[in-house]
């Protein structure tokens, strides 16, 4: 039976929301509802102008999704994903090559997780912070770089061991692979981006009672959601 209702676009739902927000905040701004700024003022289309940029590009799920999908994206364009969504499936068998490309970039991984264990969690060691704790420390910041170079590099010896990889520019593709597949996934959090952007400004959260730290952690974790549901979707 087919579904009569129509839902937008994620992109698109969070865009209508933003211009909720600015008819809202200048109406509220008209009728003085507390320290309400309107988003349709001189003064906000201004704010708007000189922050769009910044605030997407400094938003911190950018970063670490382009990063894990530089890893991703080597892992899937190797084959080693999909090796290892066939091992999980019963019937499916892997070749001969291909089980020793598996088994030769699971010990790759191996013995890179291990280093990466030793250098962090014995004390005193390089990629712990100048006092010895963990918090503010190179392993903290660069985690998801850590996660990402691990995957890549196992896929790195998966694809020249089964055959998959042969030159750099090989894995230069193979960096990119996924961008294809999660391009509108940037344009989804460009959107994310400037509704919650928008609602910060104009104090809305404020008048209503909502706490700001609340907002942040709402913001957080709508940035990330559309990332993980792309990740199940059929190709």
């Known amino acids: 039976m087919k579904n009569n209702y129509y839902f937008p676009h994620v992109a698109t739902f969070f865009f209508l929301l933003t211009v909720i927000v600015a008819l809202v905040s200048w109406i509220g701004s008209i009728y003085g509802l507390g320290t309400v700024q309107s988003l349709l003022s001189p003064e906000g289309i201004r704010w708007e102008l000189r922050h769009i940029t910044s605030n997407y590009v400094k938003t911190p799920a950018l970063g670490i999704i382009m990063i894990l999908l530089f890893g991703l994206g ?3 364009y190797s084959g080693m994903v999909n090796a290892i969504g066939r091992i999980l499936k019963r019937g499916k068998q892997l070749t001969r090559k291909e089980k020793r490309a598996l088994l030769f970039s699971a010990c790759i991984l191996f013995i890179y997780s291990l280093t990466i264990i030793m ?3 014995a004390p005193w060691t390089i990629l712990r912070s100048i006092t010895g704790s963990l ?3 190179p392993f903290q910041q660069g985690i998801y770089y850590l996660i990402s170079f691990g995957i890549g590099l196992s896929g790195v010896v998966f694809g ?3 055959g998959r990889l042969r030159n750099d520019r090989d894995i230069i593709r193979g960096m990119t692979f996924l961008f294809i597949r999660f391009a509108d996934y940037f344009v989804i959090l460009f959107f994310i981006v400037q509704f919650f952007s928008s609602l910060l400004y104009t104090n809305l959260t404020e008048w209503i009672g909502i706490d700001s730290s609340i907002m942040v952690y709402v913001f957080h974790v709508c940035c990330f959601i559309p990332f993980i549901g792309m990740l199940n979707r059929k190709k």
């Open 74 to 76: 080597i892992a899937s």
């Open 160 to 162: 020249y061991t089964s």
């Open 135 to 137: 918090g503010n420390s």
């Open 119 to 121: 250098t962090t969690f």
